[in-house]
């Protein structure tokens, strides 16, 4: 069961890594650009600087906004509009964000874990 839940995991997963070629040849078929000067741009340089997720009133002090109802569904909004895309940013915690980039750290090769694919035995 743990093995099924897992590979429908990893199909997911798939289904948000871009196919070969598509970056390089420039088709911009799954690329997501943020504009320069935006306050995506302002928000991901200060995940990236505090180097953990942030709730959004944190967020909002960060990138020099004032932490109104409006600027926080503004910004919240289009944080959530990228988490629902699955790119660039994460909300691992209700109104809190956080950068994809930084889910697995630097370097890290992913491997399914070494029990996997292994039959467990259940005695229940």
Do not use: C
Not at 3 to 28: K, T
Not at 77 to 82: E, Q, V
């Amino acid at each position: 069961m743990e093995a099924r839940a897992y590979v429908s995991a990893m199909q997911d997963a798939m289904r948000l890594v871009p196919m070969d070629g598509d970056l390089e040849n420039g088709d911009g078929g799954n690329e997501v650009v943020i504009k320069a000067g935006s306050a995506m741009e302002a928000v991901m340089k200060a995940l990236k600087a505090a180097g953990k997720p942030m709730h959004i009133m944190d967020i909002l002090k960060a990138i020099g906004r004032e932490a109104t109802p409006e600027n926080r569904a503004s910004v919240g909004g289009s944080l959530a509009a990228y988490v629902r895309k699955g790119v660039i940013f994460t909300r691992p915690a209700p109104n809190t964000f956080g950068l994809a980039e930084s889910r697995r750290p630097a370097g890290e090769a992913f491997a399914p874990p070494d029990d996997f694919g292994v039959p467990t035995v259940d005695n229940a």
